[in-house]
């Protein structure tokens, strides 16, 4: 019986609602479950109990899927896995394998998020974890990528969190996501809407692609100069106890100076859905790049003025301070935040760029200096006085000069992909309801 229950059905399409698309197009609406490979454990969530935790886990064997696997776009994260062992899978998991081409939903937490198991990824079978549900799709009625791109609509993933527990953590159960109705057109038109659409996300994943190299080559940069002290002209500078003569040793609090944060009350409504751009530690955290240029909730200039919240200047550097403590993101525009950062103004234009990467180097170092019983939180007062080594102005501004040019790069590519996603997401509903036609 149980394995009878998570066979995709064999119930006929002929019978189903029909949803007319604003174009002129009749799609039949069709329960998900139908759409189903029919074989064990097509749809299937992840495991009961105690049969999956984390003193299961080691460092290899069957990758894990979890929750941070799905936040990159279409294909899972590939660097984020926990693994269990064969034996483990053989004994208790073997009803949660999924595959690639296979499609992973969120079933606890972040509901909403979707993603198909790439087939060049690290295996070729993986195990959902409790918090994940899979599809496996019968390849005859479906195309997975118009799967994905009709789960990953605004609409959609509103009537989902609809379905949303009330208590605890937001979930919805399997059952629901079974009998999800939605519009099938023939199978040549969703695979044309599913090109269609990964045109943009190619395009959006080689200027993520891009922004890693030059990230990366920042961070390079900050390394050798000075952390293997290869900088311009090292050979002529003496080292005493690893410090460049001619070096300063300073505090945070003699180079930069340190803003807080505030929020205003979520009980007026006249503080927000404005025009200033208050960022938060998740629009930092989600955010692909150091380059941050929106953020997900705006406030007015009442809700400004009449809470701790305050104008960050542009070209500062804000820090996530607590809980998530140490994510770093730079700002061209005057902004302000919650309470839960730091935000860097340096007192000398220059070494913006050379505070920003020596900070993101010692990220474990700020870690050790936070504290708290229900979550971490480094004080602006231990923040201050944490100890920095300066180069000399030549240095810096060389230093500068090298990674803001890559920076400004970043800065491009970021934009574009902006442009990229928004125009992908106004497409992408009159595509799924026929509007516009294929």
């Not at 029919?38 to 049969?51: A, H, I, M, R």
Request: proline content about 4%; some cysteine; glycine content about 6%.
């Amino acid at each position: 019986m149980e394995e009878e229950q998570s066979r995709g059905s064999a119930t006929s399409f002929e019978d189903q609602e029909i949803l007319r698309g604003a174009g002129g197009m009749s799609w039949p609406r069709k329960k998900l479950e139908l759409l189903a490979a029919d074989e064990p454990y097509s749809f299937v969530g992840g495991p009961f109990g105690s049969k999956l935790t984390s003193r299961d886990y080691s460092d290899q064997g069957i990758p894990v899927i979890r929750g941070s696997n799905l936040n990159n776009g279409r294909f899972l994260d590939m660097n984020e896995f926990v693994y269990v062992s064969d034996s483990k899978v053989r004994k208790d998991l073997s009803g949660n394998l999924a595959k690639p081409g296979d499609l992973v939903f969120t079933q606890r937490g972040t509901l909403g998020q979707v993603a198909i198991i790439p087939k060049e990824g690290i295996s070729d079978r993986y195990v959902v974890s409790q918090s994940q549900m899979k599809l496996t799709v019968d390849d005859t009625k479906a195309d997975q990528f118009f799967l994905y791109y009709y789960f990953s609509s605004r609409e959609v993933i509103d009537r989902i969190t609809n379905f949303t527990s009330s208590s605890g953590v937001p979930h919805i159960n399997l059952t629901v996501l079974r009998n999800f109705e939605i519009p099938v057109p023939p199978l040549e038109i969703q695979k044309s809407i599913a090109s269609i659409l990964s045109a943009y996300d190619d395009l959006i994943e080689n200027n993520r692609r891009r922004i890693q190299l030059l990230e990366q080559a920042a961070r390079l940069l900050y390394k050798e100069w000075f952390v293997r002290l290869r900088f311009p002209g090292h050979e002529h500078v003496r080292v005493m106890d690893g410090v460049p003569e001619g070096w300063e040793k300073k505090k945070i609090a003699d180079v930069c100076e340190t803003v807080g944060g505030g929020t205003p009350s979520t009980k007026v409504s006249e503080y927000w859905n404005g025009e200033i751009t208050w960022i938060v530690p998740t629009d930092v955290t989600n955010n692909d790049c150091l380059v941050l240029l929106d953020s997900e909730r705006k406030i007015t200039d009442k809700g400004l003025r009449e809470s701790s919240a305050k104008m960050i200047p542009a070209e500062s550097i804000l820090m996530t301070s607590r809980a998530s403590v140490g994510y770093f993101a730079l700002v061209d525009s005057a902004v302000c935040t919650n309470q839960g950062f730091i935000n860097i103004i340096p007192h000398r234009a220059e070494l913006r760029m050379y505070l920003l990467f020596n900070l993101m180097s010692r990220v474990a170092e700020i870690r050790r200096n936070a504290k708290g019983s229900t979550y971490l939180e480094i004080s602006k007062g231990r923040f201050r006085a944490i100890d920095i080594v300066l180069p000399p102005k030549t240095i810096a501004d060389e230093f500068g000069k090298i990674t803001n040019d890559l920076i400004h790069q970043v800065r491009c590519l970021k934009l574009s992909t902006l442009k990229l996603e928004k125009a992908r997401d106004l497409l992408l509903p009159r595509l799924m309801n026929g509007e516009i036609a294929i």
